[in-house]
C-alpha cells in the first residue's frame, strides 16, 4: 500500500508521519515544503518529494501509484487572499486525485465546517472539503477540536508577558484534542481496508473533555509553578500581533472571527459527545509533557 502525506513537516502531519511509521507503513511519499525536519522519517523509508501544495503539477507528480492520501491543508498564513488559497489547495489535492486514479482520500478538516455562519478559517476547510466531495474517491473527513498545540501560538506571550493572550474570554469552553491523536486516527482509516467502498465519511473528535480557557490558564500555572492567566485581549491587538509573526492582514482577520465564533458558541459539535468523538489524550498530559517543558527550555517568563 502506497500513502502519500501532505503539509508533512507540519504541526498536523508530523504526527500522522510517526503514527504511521510506527504501524510498520514505511512506503510513504511525503510532501513538503523542505525536508530538513524529516531526517527520522527518511532514515526509515520515507521518501520526501518538496514543492509547493498550491502546484497542481508538483501534487500530481508527487502522488503518481499512490493508494491513499492524508491530505492536510497547509495554512495559508502569509497569503493576501487566504480563502481563494483554500479553494487552490482543494482543486490542488482534487486533481491529484482524479489523475492518478487516487482510491482513498482521509482528509484532516476541523469542527465547524457543518456551520453556514462566518467562522473564520472554518470557511477554508469547508471549500476544500466540498472540492474533495466532487472526487470519485472514497473521503473521510476528520473534523477535530481545538488543537492543543494551538498554545504554541502563544508562547511568546507567555515568555514575555506573563500570560496567555488570545482574543477569546476565559470562560469560553472548546472540546480540546491533542494533534497527535487525531493523527493516529488519520493513519488508522486510511490503512483500514476492510472499510473499503465509495462512500463520504464524516467524523468529528471532541478530545476526551470540553476544557475552558481559564481552566487551562490554571492547568499551565500549576505546571510552572507561577501565575500564567489567560487575558482576553482585543480583536485588533490579536490582529497586531498575529501581523508581527507573518500573517496576512486577511488571515489574520479570519483567525479572529473563528475565535470571536468560539467566544459566542457558534463554534460548537455538530455531533454528539461519545466515546466514538473522544480521544485520549488530556490536555493536563499536553502540559506536563509538551508545552510547560518547551516553556522552561527557553527565557524566563516575563512579569505579570
Request: hydrophobic share 40%.
Amino acid at each position: 500500500m502506497n500513502i502519500a502525506v501532505t503539509s508533512a513537516t507540519g504541526r498536523r502531519g508530523r504526527p500522522v508521519v510517526r503514527s504511521l511509521l510506527e504501524r510498520g507503513y514505511t512506503d510513504l511519499v511525503l510532501l513538503a515544503r523542505s525536508d530538513a525536519t524529516l531526517e527520522p522519517a527518511l532514515w526509515r523509508g520515507a521518501r520526501v518529494v518538496t514543492g509547493d501544495l498550491l502546484d497542481v503539477r508538483y501534487v500530481c507528480h508527487a502522488t503518481e501509484g499512490i493508494d491513499v492520501l492524508i491530505w492536510i491543508t497547509p495554512l495559508p498564513r502569509s497569503s493576501p487572499s487566504p480563502l481563494e488559497d483554500f479553494g487552490r489547495l482543494g482543486d490542488s489535492a482534487a486533481g491529484a486525485i482524479v489523475a492518478n486514479g487516487i482510491r482513498r482520500v482521509v482528509n484532516l478538516s476541523t469542527l465547524g465546517v457543518h456551520l453556514s455562519a462566518p467562522c473564520g478559517v472554518v470557511e477554508g476547510f469547508r471549500r476544500v472539503e466540498g472540492i474533495l466531495d466532487g472526487t470519485p474517491a472514497e473521503i473521510t473527513h476528520l473534523r477535530p477540536g481545538y488543537l492543543m498545540e494551538n498554545y504554541e501560538d502563544v508562547l511568546e506571550g507567555i515568555r514575555h508577558d506573563g500570560a496567555i493572550l488570545l482574543p477569546v474570554s476565559p470562560e469560553a469552553i472548546v472540546p480540546m484534542i491533542a494533534a497527535a491523536d487525531a493523527a493516529d486516527l488519520a493513519a488508522a482509516i486510511a490503512t483500514d481496508w476492510e472499510q473499503e467502498g465509495r462512500q463520504r465519511r464524516v467524523f468529528e473528535l471532541h478530545g476526551p473533555n470540553d476544557i475552558s480557557f481559564g481552566d487551562a490558564a490554571l492547568l499551565l500555572s500549576g505546571q510552572l509553578g507561577r501565575d500564567i492567566p489567560h487575558v482576553r485581549i482585543p480583536p485588533e491587538e490579536a490582529r497586531e500581533r498575529l501581523a508581527a509573526h507573518g500573517f496576512s492582514e486577511a488571515f489574520a482577520a479570519l483567525v479572529v472571527e473563528w475565535y470571536a465564533a468560539i467566544d459566542s458558541g457558534l463554534w460548537r459539535p455538530d455531533q454528539p459527545r461519545s466515546p466514538a468523538t473522544e480521544t485520549q489524550t488530556p490536555f493536563e498530559r499536553y502540559v506536563r509533557y509538551e508545552l510547560a517543558p518547551r516553556i522552561r527550555a527557553t527565557q524566563p517568563i516575563g512579569p505579570r
